[in-house]
């Protein structure tokens, strides 16, 4: 395990968690930059949360207000270890925790016709083709949802079916993309 990360805000504000060593965390400026731009935005939303690590931006958006999250990573120790933030922090009751690959989820909740408020991946920086990962994101997107996708800075930002990009912000070797639905 890698020392703890803080909460930023809300109720849970200056409580750590734990993440998982192998991961890389999204950076507490990349997390206070996200969270100030969706502020009050995020109370009663759902959230999922995708390639989820140490579930740090689903425990932000519940700290801060969120109704749910649903945190999905491929991990076994990511799963256990966001069930263990979970339980330190009292959230039990307002999280799904998903053990899957995250072009599985997706295709099984466009199936169930699951929609979501507030969608945020931090895939690891060595996949590619993350077009082709997220295909279907646009359908489990509510129609006022928005989509964050946190990339290396470097990296093309990728056209994704259905959304429009909306705000990029680069912080350090990281950018996170903000994504909305292509009106119409």
């Known amino acids: 395990m890698k020392p703890g990360i803080e909460i930023q805000g809300g109720e849970k504000k200056g409580t750590k968690i734990r993440v998982p060593s192998g991961i890389r965390p999204t950076q507490s400026l990349l997390k206070r930059s996200l969270f100030d731009r969706l ?3 995020i109370i009663g ?3 999922l949360e995708l390639f989820a690590g140490s579930g ?6 519940l700290s801060r207000g969120a109704e749910s999250v649903f ?11 966001i069930k263990q933030n979970a339980e330190k922090l009292g959230y ?8 899957k690959s995250v072009a599985r989820v997706i295709k099984d909740f466009v199936t169930q016709e699951r ?20 295909e279907g994101i646009h359908l489990i997107l509510e129609n006022e949802g928005i989509f964050v996708l946190e990339i290396r ?5 990728p056209a ?17 993309v903000f994504y909305s639905h292509i009106p119409g």
């Open 92 to 99: 039990n009751e307002r999280i799904v925790v998903i053990k």
């Open 160 to 176: 994704i079916r259905g959304l429009k990009i909306d705000k990029e912000v680069t912080l350090g070797d990281s950018k996170i």
């Open 115 to 134: 929609q979501f408020d507030f969608i945020f991946a931090d895939p690891p920086y060595s996949l590619t083709r993350l077009d082709k990962i997220l």
């Open 56 to 61: 740090a931006v689903g425990f932000e958006a």
């Open 45 to 47: 939303k759902k959230v």
């Open 71 to 81: 945190f999905v990573d491929s991990s076994w120790k990511s799963i256990q270890t």
């Open 153 to 157: 800075k470097k990296t093309p930002t």
């Open 39 to 41: 502020s009050s935005w």
